[in-house]
């Protein structure tokens, strides 16, 4: 099974400050992916940027970037420069195994707060 | 460009009275798509997916039930609601069978069972 974990309910960040979002994983299968998705206080989800499992290289999308370390089967977001327009609900999903049809399993959330 | 779509956007509904949230997608053929259920406050739990017409896997066991009667269209249906049916539900697709592209997502369904 697998299993994601988000263990700030609530993060709070200055204008234009760096913040980063926590993010650990489980899964049995060495082929996976990791997605982050921002939802703002409208309900929708927004993809932001994924990182599969065998990337050399950690994903880097505009002010989104990931902290991909394996070996600690964490999946941090960083966003970098933040803006008042960040502030929403923020979810690490994964999917795992090559017959898994994308099965997203979410974490928790963490609501991130940018302060003027 | 690709576009999904669901409605109603909000729906209040008693006890007992049945259900049937439809949502389609437009600007792609054979699609993956999902039923998402959204606690307030929480993550989303995977209810449904569909990988064909007619092709349906559920999730988690319940009162809920969906269907496929066409390429683009899934349906989320039940007979009698319970008031934890209560939640946001999502709609996504995907394309694909390598499971590593990502889901877009509808605008949401609000549903409040009194």
């Known amino acids: 099974a697998q299993k994601i974990t988000q263990t700030q309910p609530g993060m709070f960040v200055q204008e234009k400050e760096a913040v980063t979002l926590d993010c650990t994983y489980d899964?049995?299968?060495?082929?996976?992916?990791l997605f982050w998705y921002k939802q703002p206080s409208s309900g929708e989800m927004i993809f932001l940027i994924y990182?599969?499992?065998?990337?050399?290289q950690n994903a880097t999308e505009g002010r989104y970037s990931l902290n991909f370390q394996k070996a600690r089967k964490s999946a941090n977001l960083v966003i970098s420069a933040s803006q008042l327009g960040d502030s929403a609900m923020y979810f690490c999903?994964?999917?795992?195994?090559?017959?898994?049809?994308?099965?997203?399993?979410f974490g928790q959330g963490t609501i991130l707060t940018v302060h003027p | 460009s690709q576009t999904i779509h669901q409605w109603p956007a909000t729906l209040v509904q008693p006890v007992g009275s049945p259900l049937s949230l439809e949502c389609t997608v437009e600007?792609?053929?054979?699609?993956?798509l999902y039923w998402y259920r959204q606690a307030a406050g929480r993550g989303l739990q995977l209810l449904f997916y569909?990988?064909?017409?007619?092709?349906i896997s559920s999730e988690v066991p319940q009162n809920l039930s969906a269907s496929r009667p066409q390429d683009r269209q899934f349906i989320l249906s039940s007979k009698k609601l319970l008031l934890s049916d209560s939640g946001f539900y999502l709609c996504?697709?995907?394309?694909?069978?390598?499971?590593?592209?990502?889901?877009?997502f509808g605008p949401g369904t609000r549903l409040t069972v009194l």
């Open positions: 996504a697709w995907s394309s694909g069978t390598s499971g590593y592209n990502e889901q877009f």
């Open positions: 899964t049995s299968d060495p082929s996976y992916g």
């Open positions: 990182q599969g499992s065998y990337d050399q």
């Open positions: 999903a994964l999917t795992a195994g090559g017959t898994s049809y994308g099965k997203l399993t």
């Open positions: 600007g792609t053929s054979n699609p993956n």
């Open positions: 569909s990988v064909g017409i007619g092709q």
